[in-house]
Each structure stands twice: as structure tokens, then as C-alpha cells.
């Protein structure tokens, strides 16, 4: 029997056995270094952004410094939501035209298993652009219920908006760039009318809107009174379970 061989060959096994150890640990390491910082399914955070600034042209979310949508925000047109790949802060919305250009910035806790909607509002012409941060959870309605809510993110309402849920009042007094607890209302269609605070004036109406058993809902204003062009008051609504 050749020892030397049998020595070589034992020696080769072991180094083999060695590097397989090696690349086994780095890929190891690196995969939990992934699944730590960008994990959408460990994360599981939901997150949306609306463009209602009609000024502020299409705008892109960059968290962690990486574009995160793959169509830009276009002005009143909802995306739906999508799994934040990280909570490294700050979020920023960048221009899509003036590249590297960034106009808002949040900084905000975001919570796993949550909803968030980031509603952009105001206009860049007179420096009035800002945003809005809602938390799109809540607890589940009463069965047979479903809830709803507002948000009030037209700068002409100032002096603050009235809903009425089948000529019944629903909110009343919201002003710009608030946002209203949840209400429970029993599953059916509802026609909703909103009105200035103070007025019998109806400068929006949506029917039939169809609340749903166990569903959240927020409905939202945006847009100018003053305007008739696509900038003018407008309403609409987001389904947020």
C-alpha cells in the first residue's frame, strides 16, 4: 500500500471539505443580510402613494436610495398598494423630469402587518407642496358593517367639508389636509354628497358607492373649486381592505 497517496488523497478530501464550509458559511451570511434589509414578505408592510399636487408633474418613491415604482405618480391616478422593500428612512418623492430632484421627504415608523397611504397635495407654483400620512388599518367593523372615512385633500376647503351618507351627515367640519376617524355604516349602496361646511351646497356627489361586509374604505377629495380644467375639485375612493 503507497502511504504517500493515501496521505495526498486525504489531504485533497479535507480541503475540498474545507472550501465546501467556506462557501456554505458566505452564502449563509449573505442571505440573511438580504432578507434583513429588503424582505417585503418578512417586512409585510403595505404602502401607496397618490399624486394630487397637479402642478408637481410625475413624481417616483425612493427608499434606501432606490426607485421602488416601476410607473411614475401621475396627478389623481391610484397605483394600489405594494410591499415596501425596506424601512431604512428617509422615503423620499423625486422627480421623474428633473432627475436627482427632490421635493418631500418622510421619516416616518412604519409597523409590520400596517397600511399606508401617502397622499402628495398642494402645488409647487406657490410653495404649498406637502403631504399627508395615513395609517390605512383598523380594527374589523361590526359584522354586517363595513367602515369608512375622510380625507380632505383639497386646498380650496379651508373652510372645511361636510359628508352626508344618503342625506344623513357623516362628517362634518373636516378642513384641508385632515383626516377623520373611521365610521361604521350597515352594508348597501350609499349615496354620498359632499358640501362646503356651513352650506346645502352640493359640489360633489358619488353614487352608488357600495359598502361591503368587514371592508375599509377612504374617500378623498382633491383638486380646486376655482378650477374647470383636470385640477378641479374631484372625489374619489380607495379601498383599504
Do not use: W
Amino acid at each position: 500500500m503507497d502511504l504517500k497517496k493515501i496521505k495526498n488523497k486525504n489531504n485533497l478530501v479535507g480541503k475540498l471539505v474545507l472550501l465546501g464550509c467556506v462557501i456554505f458559511f458566505v452564502a449563509h451570511i449573505s442571505s440573511c443580510s438580504k432578507a434583513g434589509n429588503a424582505s417585503p414578505t418578512g417586512l409585510n408592510i403595505e404602502y401607496e402613494v397618490l399624486n394630487l399636487s397637479p402642478d408637481i408633474l410625475p413624481v417616483s418613491l425612493f427608499i434606501d436610495n432606490k426607485q421602488v415604482n416601476s410607473s411614475p405618480y401621475i396627478f389623481g391616478v391610484l397605483q394600489g398598494y405594494f410591499y415596501v422593500p425596506s424601512t431604512d428612512v428617509p422615503y423620499q418623492i423625486r422627480s421623474v423630469e428633473y432627475s436627482g430632484t427632490t421635493y418631500l421627504t418622510r421619516s416616518d415608523v412604519l409597523t409590520s402587518g400596517a397600511k399606508y397611504t401617502l397622499f402628495i397635495v398642494g402645488a409647487l407654483a406657490d410653495k404649498s407642496d406637502t403631504t399627508i400620512f395615513t395609517v390605512d388599518t383598523s380594527r374589523t367593523p361590526t359584522p354586517g358593517r363595513g367602515k369608512i372615512r375622510f380625507v380632505d385633500a383639497s386646498p380650496s376647503a379651508i373652510g372645511g367639508l361636510d359628508v352626508l351618507a344618503n342625506d344623513s351627515l357623516l362628517f362634518k367640519g373636516v378642513v384641508y389636509q385632515k383626516v377623520s376617524g373611521y365610521m361604521e355604516l350597515p352594508v348597501g349602496n350609499y349615496d354620498l354628497k359632499i358640501q362646503p361646511t356651513g352650506t346645502t351646497t352640493v359640489i360633489k356627489e358619488l353614487t352608488p358607492v357600495t359598502i361591503q361586509d368587514g371592508r375599509l374604505y377612504t374617500l378623498y377629495t382633491y383638486g380646486y373649486t376655482s378650477r374647470a380644467d383636470t385640477a378641479a375639485f374631484n372625489a374619489a375612493m380607495i379601498t383599504n381592505k
